[in-house]
Each structure stands twice: as structure tokens, then as C-alpha cells.
């Protein structure tokens, strides 16, 4: 023949280079993971996909799934004539009497039965497969996404472009053109294994373009649409195609749905990876962490390339933060207020983040391949004259990939889980209210305890979902597909996954967010107390009752120092209650300077025990009106000590939630409930809004850890 199909001189050369692949795959995770994200998210926002059947990234088919018609796709021209060449040998190999399965040959464990004719035979494996259920009418909904649909087009587009599969270029053409019209078809839920390909659902494509009445579209405002409106719709001239050999099958026999979805999946699967390093080094800013857990030694010493990278992200974010400025004095000052060592949450967190990226990182490889790949069978080598009968339909990458994903994902919210609990908790959190309430009455306000047991819940189910699918496979169809990828249902339990990790970052940010205007509240608080012990100290400790200094007047420096050692959080709701301990740890210092006063103590003029009363009184009288006043100030965007965040790396997250979605802080004196809150976040981030303060987080880092000192 003149043509010959796919990129044969390409493939020719790539064998003798490197015949087993390996190269390629490894040169594909150099570099570091965020500049692959940064790359992700540049091709997500082009405007075009040009699809040639070996470029195509799962950036691109995330893009054209879920943006819809943003995102205009475009076919080369160049694989035209190789595509047709594979049409047309098909049909010169059946004028020449060749056998080949699923073209004369019988489907499957039936590939003994005959038929010469060929059209008919493409017709029978649409109706057969048409299997799906869509429990129309019903509560339940069993039919797959749109966005996933949209993907599984795109993917099967991309690989009949190559030429190995024996399909008109015209029925390509259609389907381009249903996806830039968002004319989508309706495919079941269920059904497939992903063994002979996603049979079942590719299917109903197939049905929809040779118009058979029980196939459906919707359009782009959802409404449905039958055979011939999509058709219409879509512009779609040519009417109804009637399959040649060997076209259903090129249709129905490939792996583009498992491997569609899968795609879509970990475009968000990297970008939440990457969210995670980042709210982990946001944990560490407001529990008062200690530094060193990034220190890159640590990291070298243990060789894994995620690892390193999580610290190193972690480590320049957490470079120069006020916070760690401010918990390194705190740490000097008083060396047992924390323990020696910050609990595994956060010290272990680019230990434990590491591999997950690497996994998530691997398996986006594994499918990126997938997506390019030519995964039907028989291929049509015209080169060679003739028909290879093999197995690349077993979607066996996708259901390993998405099984492994899942795995890290649930990682990933286990640690979200466990660095939430210990926030939330003033026994853990250094400092921090009970549930992180921020209200005046803690009586009243319970923060962000109905948000700890919905975490709890998510976590649960992660946890369920990082069971594997692909050790559940069944021996199907007579024993024919006796072994089978289940790629699709892993991926869709990916999915799953990947929406309630979306729903745990959502109430964690804001949970942080929290934490972040707590530490500014205990800042002022902190600073009011202070000043206000420090004018009762003046007016009533420094002159006895005839003008003299008096004995009393050393002990400031020994009462600011319970202030400064004191958890805020711990009286300020009542703060001169004799049953919280700022009142009975001033007392002491007072009652200790007092027994240190010798036979001066027994001069009532210069007795420090006779001053206690009139110190306790006069700061009863002025400390819970200070306090009040500093937290208007603080509530009206006027207090005295501005938000440390402001200053850090960290800070573009934060003035996202806080301003451009506009969440306050969660107090029970408002009327917003926190899943009112939690709920714009999670919005903003199935909308893509997330990604931009996710970049920002980390657009001045190097690439490298910071030099070991």
C-alpha cells in the first residue's frame, strides 16, 4: 500500500533508542512535582486542544471535560491519511477474504462463529453491548457524569487518530464535533470491567452515532436530546453513519472511559497534593511548630524524592513566617511551655506526604501513556499487511493506577484528619481555644466541634475508599475475560475519593483561616492584659499610703512574666475570675513577694499581703473592659497588632477565604452556620478558583531546599 497508518518511522526510531520504554518514563518525572502542576494548569487554561494521538495530557482532557465548550478541540490534519489507510485496508482485506476477529470473526469466546457480512456484524456488537441501566424515573441516577463522557470522547478520539484501528475519518470528525457543541451522550454508570475495554458504556457513543432509538444525548443547556436533534445540533451533515467493518469495535473496544475519568481525576488529585504541603506548613505557622522537622539534611539523608520536595516547599514557606519567628522567642523563653518535639502530624508531614506525591505523581505518568496509547484490538498494521490480534484493551494500567491513587489520596486526608484534631483540641494546639471558638462566652460557642466529627466522617469513608478494587475481579464473559483491569470502577471510586478529600481541605482551610485570626485575637489580648496589670501595678503597688515607694512595686516584672507564660484563652472569658489561673497565679507572685519581705511585712505600711486586695479590686474594675474594647478593635479591623499572616508566604490562601470569598471568623454570637462557610470553599475549588492562591503560596520558590548551614 501507498499510506502506510500511525507513526511508523517515529515508533521505528524510539524502538532502537530505547526499545523498552523505561527512558521515556523516567525521563517524564524529572523536574520538580510543582513545576509539572504549574505545567498542568498552563495547558489546563489554553483555549485549544489539538488532538494528533500522542500529546495528549490528562491537563487537556480534565480541560475539555469539565470547562465544555471553553475548550475547542481540533483534529490534525495529518493523521488523516493514516487513518484511512487502516479504513481501507479492512476493507480490502475482506474483499481478499482475510479473517480477522470482530470483522468476520465472532466477538470474545465466540470468535469460532463466521460472518461475511461485516456491516451487520458491527450492528449486532452495538445492540448486544447496549446493556446499560439508567434508572430513569427513579431517585437514583445511574448515568455516568458528563465531564467523564466528554473525557472518554476526547481519549477515544485520540487514539483512532493513529491509525491502528480501522475507522472512518469522518466518524472522528463527528465526534469532535459533538464535543466542541457539548452535544453529550448518555452512557451508564455501571456495567463495564475494562478487560475488553469499557464495552458497555463506549457502546452507547456508537448508538448514538448510528442513531438507534434507545440512545440519548443532552445538550448544553441539559436538555435531552434523541439521535436526530443531536445530530442537528452538533451540525453534524453526514446523518447517521452506518458502521463498516471493524468501526464498532473500534469504537467500543478501548479503555477511553476508565482512562478518561482517571485523567480528570488526578489533575485535582495533584493539585490537592500540592494544597496539602502547603495547609501542612499553615498547621505548623499557628501551632507554633518548631522549624527543624524541614530542615534539609533530614530529608537528604533519607533519599526519597517527594519527601524532599514536601520539606522543601514546606521549608521555604515557613521561611522568614512571622509565626516562626515569633514561636522561636517563644520557645527560648520559656523552653517547657511545648514539648521538646512537635507531634508526628506535623514533624512527619513531608515524611508522610512524600510518597503520596510520588504515587500520585507516577500514576498521572501511567496514564498520560494510557491516554496516547492504541488500545484496541485486532491493530490494524498496514504496513506489515495485516491484522495483530493482542490484548491492549486490559485497562490494567488505569485500575492499578486509580487503586494506588486512591491509596494516597486517603493518605493525604488521614494526615488533614489528624493535624485538624490536634487544632482543635486546647489540649494539643499550644495555646488555641477549645474547638477554636472565637466567641465571648465559650459557653455558648462550640467552633468548630460539628466540623471535627464531620471530618471524622470523611476520613472514615477515605479510609473505606483506599480499599482496593482490582482484587475483586470476576472471570467474565465464558471465561474469555477471565481476568480484568476494572479500571473504570476504580476510577470512579477515585473519584469519589477525590471529592471528599475537596470536602475535608474545604473545612480545614477555613479551620486554619481560624486559627490564624485566634493568634492575632491572643496577640491583642495578650498585649491589653499586659499593659492593664502593668497600670494597676503603677497605681496601686508603687506608693504606700503616705507617698512612699513601697516593697510591692518589684513585683511587675515577675507579674508580667505569668501574663506572658499564661494561655490567653484560658481566663479571657472571665479573666479576673479567682477559679481561672491568671488572677490565682498573680496572687502567688504577690503572696511569694510578700513572704520575701522579712520583718518588713510586719510594718503595715509597707505590707505586700495588705496591697493584694486592692490590686485584685482595681483590676477587676479596668481588665474585662479593656479586654472588651480590644476585641472590638480587633472584630473592626483596628487593633493594635496587626494579623502576622500578612507577612507570610502563606498569606495568599488566607486573604482568598477572607476576602475574595468573604468567610469571617465562625463565632456562635452570628448567624452563619459553618457549613454556610465550609461550602463557598469547597465551590470555589470545583470551580478551579483555588488554584491561583495555591501557586502564589509557592511562585517564588527556586526549586531547591534552602542551603545546609
Known sequence: MAVANGNSQGLMEGICVDPLNWGVAAEGLKGSHLEE???????????????????????????????????????????????????????????????????????????????????????????????????????TNHTLPHSATRAAMLVRVNTLLQGYSGIRFEILEAITKFINTKVTPCLPLRGTITASGDLVPLSYIAALLTG??????????????????AFRHAGVGTGFFELQ????????????????????????????????????????????????????????????????????????????????????????????????????????SPQWLGPQIEVIRYSTKSI???????????????????????????????????DNTRLAIASIGKLMFAQFSELVNDFYNNGLPSNLSAGRNPSLDYGFKGAEIAMASYCSELQFLANPVTNHVQSAEQHNQDVNSLGLISARKTAEAVEVLKLMSSTYLVALCQAIDLRQLEDNLKNTVKITVSQVVKKVLTEGVNGQLHPSRFCEKDLLKVVDREQIFSYIDDPCSSTYPLMQNLRQVLVEHALENGETEKNLESSIFQKIAAFEEELKILLPKEVDNTRCLVETGNSAI??????????????????????????????????????????AMCEGKIIDPILDCVKDWNGAPLPIC
Open 245 to 348: 467493518p471493524k468501526e464498532g469495535l473500534a469504537l467500543v473496544n478501548g479503555t477511553a472511559v476508565g482512562s478518561g475519568l482517571a485523567s480528570i481525576v488526578l489533575f485535582e488529585a495533584n493539585i490537592l497534593a500540592l494544597m496539602s504541603e502547603i495547609l501542612s506548613a499553615i498547621f505548623a505557622e499557628v501551632m507554633q511548630g518548631k522549624l527543624e522537622f524541614t530542615d534539609h539534611l533530614t530529608h537528604k539523608l533519607k533519599h526519597h524524592p517527594g519527601q524532599i520536595e514536601a520539606a522543601a516547599i514546606m521549608e521555604h514557606i515557613l521561611d522568614g513566617s512571622s509565626y516562626v519567628k515569633a514561636a522561636k522567642k517563644l520557645h527560648e523563653l520559656d523552653p517547657l511551655q511545648k514539648p521538646k518535639r512537635d507531634r508526628y502530624a506535623l514533624r512527619t
Open 642 to 683: 496587626p494579623n502576622q499572616v500578612k507577612d507570610c508566604r502563606s498569606y495568599p490562601l488566607y486573604k482568598f477565604v477572607r476576602e475574595e470569598l468573604g468567610i469571617g471568623m465562625l463565632t456562635g454570637e452570628k448567624v452563619q452556620s459553618p457549613g454556610e462557610e465550609f461550602d463557598k470553599v469547597f465551590v
Open 212 to 229: 438507534s432509538p434507545n440512545s440519548s444525548a443532552v445538550g448544553p443547556s441539559g436538555k435531552p436530546l434523541n439521535p436526530e436533534e
Open 368 to 402: 498520560e501513556r494510557e491516554i496516547n496509547s492504541v488500545n484496541d484490538n485486532p491493530l490494524i498494521d498496514v504496513s506489515r499487511n495485516k491484522a495483530l490480534h493482542g490484548g491492549n484493551f486490559q485497562g490494567t494500567p488505569i485500575g492499578v493506577s486509580m
Open 37 to 139: 502542576v504549574k505545567r498542568m494548569v498552563a495547558e489546563f487554561r489554553k483555549p485549544a486542544v489539538r488532538l494528533g494521538g500522542e500529546t495528549l495530557t490528562i491537563a487537556q482532557v480534565s480541560a475539555v471535560a469539565t470547562q465544555d465548550s471553553k475548550v475547542k478541540v481540533e483534529l490534525s490534519e495529518s493523521a488523516r491519511d493514516g487513518v484511512k489507510a487502516s479504513s481501507d485496508w479492512v476493507m480490502e482485506s475482506i474483499n481478499k477474504g482475510t479473517d480477522s476477529s470482530g470483522v468476520t470473526a465472532g466477538f470474545g469466546a465466540n470468535s469460532h462463529r463466521r460472518t461475511k457480512q461485516g456491516g451487520a456484524l458491527q450492528k449486532e456488537l452495538i445492540r448486544f453491548l447496549n446493556v446499560g441501566i439508567f434508572g430513569k424515573g427513579t431517585e
